[in-house]
Structure formats: C-alpha cells, structure tokens
C-alpha cells in the first residue's frame, strides 16, 4: 500500500525554518557585533538575505515543482526585480540626505 504525501512529517518545513533562523541571527551577529567596514556589513547582509530568500524559496514555495521553462522565467524576472527594488532602497537610504 502506497503512503499517502500528505501525512508525512515535513522535514524540509522545519530545515528551512531553521535555516532561516539562523541566517537571520548571523545577519543580526555581524550587524551588531562585528567591526568590519559598513559597506563589508552590508553586503554580508545582502549575501545572507539572498541565501534565505533561496532556502524559502526551496523549503516553503516548492520551487522545484511545476514545469521547467515557465519557472526559470519567473525565477529570473523576480530576482531582477528583487535586485533592483534592495539596490534602490539602499541607493537611496545612502545618497539621498
């Protein structure tokens, strides 16, 4: 008899939490505690910010899932836009007094 997907513990649930726990709190370590340059701390924050959106992106919104072509597409436009939406609000944040 076949196991029904719907009953199995979710591991991948709880490893991408945990992951994004811990991203966060490294984040927040290197952001507090830490006495690198602040243009080193942010991009270490932009580095670690982009680990998690990946590991939500594989753990939580099943990105592995659903037809090839159509999710590169959508996975590369959202990137940009990600990109260019945390480049402008930095830009912004610092040049902009």
Do not use: R
């Amino acid at each position: 008899m076949k196991q029904n997907d719907n009953h199995k513990f979710p591991w991948s649930h709880i490893v991408g939490f945990v992951l994004s726990i811990a991203l966060t709190f490294l984040a927040i370590g290197v952001a507090l505690y830490t006495d690198l340059s602040m243009t080193a701390i942010v991009i270490i924050i932009f580095l670690f910010a982009f680990l998690q959106a990946a590991v939500q992106l594989f753990m939580f919104m099943h990105i592995k899932e659903g037809d090839g072509s159509w999710q590169v597409l959508k996975m590369a436009s959202a990137a940009f836009i990600a990109i260019v939406i945390a480049y402008g609000s930095y830009w912004v944040m610092t040049n902009m007094h």
